[in-house]
């Protein structure tokens, strides 16, 4: 039998807090991290509202002469993979920096700084640029400060998925790690709030309040009229039960499954039908050897933007027909933050661990029948697996299934 792969560490920043410890009780209170954005100014009848993290001091977690190179996006990443590593406890030295890997994955990257590069190179001419930039344009740049930082170097893949970058590079690396290619990898995701950003997701009419309504993140609601864009970063430290086990570290829970799938649909939309999303779920499934009604809980991916809801309802109506899972669905309170499935995934590990759920902010008048959790829920149910589903515009699917630690695993 494989060893399984644990999640022995957890790194975060969030606009529901910077580290576990600030942001574990706000997301199971139900707080929302969703407020006006400060961080640049968007025009005329641009959003007023965005899920920014405040408060982040990156020298409080890196060294700071390579922090003052890093791009914001990668002082985040960086920061949470530091924050992982000391949970985890996992040391870093000329014995295993080999066999330490790291995937990391993001939608827009650092475009941020290439759009300034871009200004000053047209405007003031190749000699104004500043050569700190450079290295901060690529979608590596992120993945790359994070192996420099920490000295490690094993495999190092930066996947850009859309908006579902972070879950595949955490699938990816649990199967790098099933086939021995890595001893530990840092993998997650993060994207950061940018003008750039904005504005794409502005010319293609996806921000709430869309047409009417009010402006906000109303996931599976009948209000939803489009998203809420958010930032953050968040990195698990992987690595085979074994060994976390031989460092005398509890995990938080297993990786037990993941599935990938897509089907046809517009460039920046999603598929009418639910098939592709279907299959990405009986795939995670199927790795996991498990079937649908023994998932307990479904992070789902909904943002409130009305036609990918109706879509992951129909796709999880489909999938557990024969049962009744409870269903969380974090963007509510944590924006739509691109790379956030990384975040999710951290909070499906606290919920595994902890036994407890963060309810659906934003919820009030569902358009699915489904065991919402809902704020202020008190009742228990044991938590042993939980299924997180991630969709992508473009018809880009994937799911991956956790295991809680049971009893005298993890020792």
């Not at 405040?54 to 002082?75: C, K, N, V, W």
């Not at 893949?157 to 199967?175: K, L």
């Not at 003008?195 to 209000?223: H, I, Q």
């Amino acid at each position: 039998m494989s060893d399984p792969i644990a999640i022995s560490g957890i790194g975060i920043v969030s606009p529901l807090g910077i580290s576990l410890a600030s942001f574990a009780p706000r997301l199971f209170a139900g707080d929302c991290g969703i407020a006006p954005l400060t961080l640049f100014a968007t025009g005329e009848g641009g959003p007023r509202l965005a899920a920014q993290v405040d408060g982040f001091r990156p020298q409080d977690y890196l060294r700071p002469a390579t922090a003052r190179r890093m791009d914001r996006l990668s002082q985040m990443v960086a920061a949470a993979a530091r924050m992982a590593q000391d949970d985890a406890g996992l040391p870093i030295d000329a014995g295993n920096r080999d066999h330490i890997g790291v995937t990391v994955g993001t939608c827009f990257g650092g475009t941020d700084v290439a759009a300034t590069f871009g200004k000053v190179l047209f405007d003031e001419g190749p000699r104004r640029v500043n050569p700190i930039l450079v290295p901060n344009t690529v979608m590596n740049a992120p993945a790359g400060h994070l192996a420099i930082e920490f000295g490690v170097r094993g495999v190092n893949t930066t996947v850009n998925h859309r908006e579902v970058a972070a879950e595949t590079a955490i699938g990816h690396a649990a199967a790098l790690l099933r086939r021995g290619r890595a001893a530990a990898i840092f993998s997650g995701g993060g994207d950061i709030l940018s003008p750039f950003a904005m504005t794409v997701f502005a010319r293609f009419a996806a921000l709430s309040p869309g047409d009417a309504g009010e402006e906000g993140a109303f996931p599976f609601d009948r209000r939803a009229n489009g998203l809420v864009l958010g930032e953050g970063a968040a990195i698990l430290c992987l690595e085979p039960l074994s060994r976390a086990r031989a460092r005398g570290v509890r995990p938080y829970c297993l990786l037990a499954g993941c599935g990938m799938a897509s089907a046809p649909a517009p460039a920046t939309g999603w598929p009418t039908s639910p098939e592709g999303s279907v299959l990405a779920m009986q795939r995670a499934l199927a790795a996991a050897g498990i079937e649908a009604a023994q998932v307990d809980v479904v992070c789902a991916s909904a943002n409130g933007a009305p036609a990918l809801d109706r879509l992951e309802a129909l796709a999880i109506a489909q999938v557990f027909a024969g049962s009744r899972p409870r269903v969380v669905a974090e963007k509510g309170a944590l924006g739509e933050g691109l790379s956030s499935g990384a975040t999710r995934a951290a909070a499906m590990a606290l919920s595994l661990r902890d036994q407890r759920l963060a309810p659906v902010v934003g919820l009030s008048q569902p358009i699915a029948d489904f065991d919402f959790v809902r704020k202020g829920d008190a009742e228990k149910r044991p938590l042993r697996y939980g299924l997180l589903n991630g969709i992508a515009a473009g018809g880009t699917f994937v799911a991956l299934i956790f295991k809680a630690m049971e009893e005298g695993e993890g020792q």
